[in-house]
């Protein structure tokens, strides 16, 4: 994976198509996420705003601008997804200044997750010798605290 290397991403129909480019932030599961994505984990990959562009369909995107099931007004989320199909695309993180593309929508692109994120709410315990962190690493805004596999 190169910094200039360009990837094409698109919702499950093809309506909704973006290109993320360079390198992400990080490469992670979070456990949390399944609500949104309805499966037992989610692989997800974190990008700067100004990495991640729309190319087709801009007009077909749908938001949910917040965070349920949490206490925390801080924490905001801007979950999209394309209005034809209904197939993620992204979720924004302003709060956190970083955009969460599920690893699954970016075509030919090599995940090599790094840790858990989460893990207090995993309903699939996975066995991969990864860090779980209960919530988030310290650096981004969480406790750091680990939890065993």
């Known amino acids: 994976m190169s910094d200039t290397e360009t990837y094409k991403g698109r919702c499950f129909c093809g ?8 390198r992400p932030e990080a490469m992670a599961y979070c456990q949390s996420c399944r609500h949104w994505s309805a499966g037992p984990v989610s692989a997800f990959t974190l990008w700067k ?5 729309i190319t087709q ?38 709060t956190m200044g970083l955009i969460d593309v599920p690893a699954v929508v970016i075509e030919d692109f090599a995940f090599k997750p790094r840790f858990h994120v989460h893990y207090q709410e995993t309903v699939h315990h996975i066995k ?19 939890l065993t596999e």
Not at 131 to 142: C, I, Q, S, V
């Open 15 to 22: 309506a909704v198509q973006f290109a993320p480019s360079g």
């Open 49 to 53: 705003p100004d990495s991640v562009r």
């Open 57 to 94: 369909g801009s007009e077909n995107i749908a938001i949910y601008d917040g965070n349920p099931g949490t206490d925390n007004e801080d924490v905001v989320s801007e979950r999209k997804w394309c209005k034809v199909c209904a197939g993620h695309i992204y979720t924004g993180h302003p």
């Open 128 to 146: 991969d010798s990864l860090p779980k962190f209960k919530d988030l690493p310290t650096e981004a805004g969480g406790s750091g605290m680990e």
